[in-house]
């Protein structure tokens, strides 16, 4: 059997828009689907989202693919302070000062090909570079809004190579603040661009 697939944007160039209003947009483009039969797969930042979408409708699986996760009532901002594990320290180098929007971009293509794209080949590094939004810092100052961890089956991807989430800290994380299933795949931070076969078979024997 087929699966359907749905790709969306987040609103992260939105200096007023909080993770809530990232999970809407979700539910919003998930509102035809039926109850018991969507997984939901977040990468990266997107690993604050998924979870209030699972707080608002039923989900068959939460899926993590190199993932940031929450904190329960704790601002993603503190994480990023008090946890020093979390993220390869050399990234914020990066990035760009903040726009008048409270938004940060990443403007060096060679951290950006380093950190995000590791494994890819330098024309698709490059396109991918383009095509990467600023993000708000403003859903980082608010405390996560639920109280726990939505009761999902959750499983988390971790990337061996990954040079923006550390795998360490990603594995430890999956087991203490989800419980989760944990499944290992080789390359760097963006699989869906570096080895798109393998993430879709991963994804889908775990579907």
Known sequence: MGHRVIAMDLPCDDGSASFDDYADVVCAALRNCPDDDLILVGHSLAGNTIPLVAAQRPVRRLIYLCALIPIPGQPFAEQLTDDSEMLHPDYPHGLGEKDS???????????????????????????????????????????????????????????????????????????????????????????????????????????
């Open 101 to 207: 929007g409270g938004c940060r971009s990443w403007i060096d293509k060679e951290l950006a090909h380093f950190h995000l794209f590791g494994d890819c080949d330098e024309a698709t590094a490059a396109a991918a570079f383009e095509r990467v939004r600023p993000q708000a810092s403003y859903p980082y100052k608010l405390p996560f809004p639920l109280l726990a961890m939505p009761a999902a089956d959750s499983t988390y991807v971790v990337c061996t190579e990954d040079r923006m989430v550390n795998p360490d800290w990603a594995r430890r994380a999956a087991r203490e603040r989800l419980q989760a299933d944990l499944v290992e795949l080789p390359g760097s931070h963006s699989p869906f661009l570096s080895r798109p076969r393998q993430l879709a078979e991963l994804l889908h024997g775990l579907a």
